[in-house]
C-alpha cells in the first residue's frame, strides 16, 4: 500500500472549504478528485452518495472518510479537504467534520480498497496528525504534513 502523499492527488487537496450540506461539500470534493484524475466527475459522485446512503462516513472528532469503489481506477487515489464551516457527515458522536478525505479505489480490487481505507483511518485517528491538519497553512502546510507522515512511517 503507498504512502498517503502518494496515495493523494496534489489538486485535490483543498486547504478551506464552505459547503451548506454534506451533498455540497461531497459533489465539491469528487468534482475536484475526479478533475486531478481523468474521472468522469458525475460517475464518483454518484458512486460516493451511494456508498454514503449505505451509513455516514463521519468517524469521529470532526474527520470523515467517504470512500467508494470505482471503474478504470488501476490503483488507490484520494482527496483532502478542510471544511469552514464543518459539516454533518453522520458522525457517532454527532460532531460535525471539518477534515474530510475522500478515497476513492478500483472497482476490481476489493483488498485495494480496505487496506487504503485502514491506513487513511489509522492516520486520522491520531490527535496529533489532526491538530496538526487543522494548524496547518494552505496548500503547502497540507502537504507538508502528509509528508511527514510518510517519512515518520518509514522511519
Do not use: W
Not at 454518484?46 to 469503489?69: F, I, K, N, Q, Y
Amino acid at each position: 500500500m503507498p504512502d498517503l502523499i502518494e496515495v493523494l492527488a496534489p489538486a485535490a487537496i483543498l486547504p478551506r472549504v464552505h459547503a451548506s450540506s454534506k451533498r455540497q461539500a461531497l459533489q465539491t470534493v469528487c468534482d475536484a478528485l475526479a478533475e486531478a484524475a481523468g474521472l468522469n466527475a458525475r460517475s464518483v459522485f454518484d458512486a460516493v452518495l451511494m456508498r454514503e446512503r449505505l451509513s455516514g462516513t463521519g468517524m469521529g472528532e470532526g474527520v470523515a472518510v467517504p470512500h467508494a469503489r470505482v471503474p478504470g481506477l488501476q490503483h488507490p487515489v484520494g482527496a483532502f479537504a478542510r471544511f469552514d464551516p464543518p459539516v454533518d457527515f453522520d458522525a457517532l458522536d454527532g460532531r460535525p467534520c471539518d477534515l474530510v478525505f475522500l478515497l476513492l479505489a478500483p472497482a476490481e480490487r476489493g483488498a485495494d480498497h480496505l487496506k487504503a481505507l485502514a491506513k487513511v483511518a489509522r492516520f486520522l485517528r491520531k490527535p496529533d496528525a489532526r491538530e496538526r491538519l487543522r494548524a496547518a497553512r494552505g496548500h503547502d502546510g497540507l502537504v507538508a504534513v502528509f509528508e511527514d507522515t510518510s517519512r515518520s512511517d518509514a522511519a
